[in-house]
Each structure stands twice: as C-alpha cells, then as structure tokens.
C-alpha cells in the first residue's frame, strides 16, 4: 500500500469526501461501512485520490481511530 498522508489538510478533504459513484453513493467516505471498504482494498482502491482517501477510511476504521476526527466533521 502507498503511504498515507495524514496532514491536516488531507484530513479536512476526507471528513468533507463523498462517495461518488455505487451503492454509497452520496454517503460521507467515514461513514461508508467497514466491509464495504475491506471489500474495496481485496479488489482494488480507485486509482487517485478517492483510492486514498478509501484506504485511510479504512485505517482510520480498522484502528479505531474515528472519534479523533469528530472535532473536523
């Protein structure tokens, strides 16, 4: 996996990020579901941005790190 930005600034863009396309369409990208994102890192993060931003969900959600960025949403 490439490394993950945890700046600041990457951290305000995920807490605004929308799922774009699929069943979550329109879902905030923290509150899409764990297996959803699991599901995505077994198939394939899209390339760019959106990839990030799924595979640090995913970290974020797998640590239990979620209630740290409660003061940004």
Known sequence: MAELQ???????ALVQARMPFGK???VALLDL???YLVW???QGFPPGKLGQQL???????TNGLERL???LR
């Open 55 to 61: 595979a640090l969900t995913l970290e974020i959600k």
């Open 69 to 71: 960025l409660k003061p």
């Open 24 to 26: 979550y369409q329109g």
């Open 40 to 42: 995505f890192s077994r």
């Open 6 to 12: 945890l700046d600041p600034e990457a951290l305000e």
């Open 33 to 35: 579901p764990e297996p």
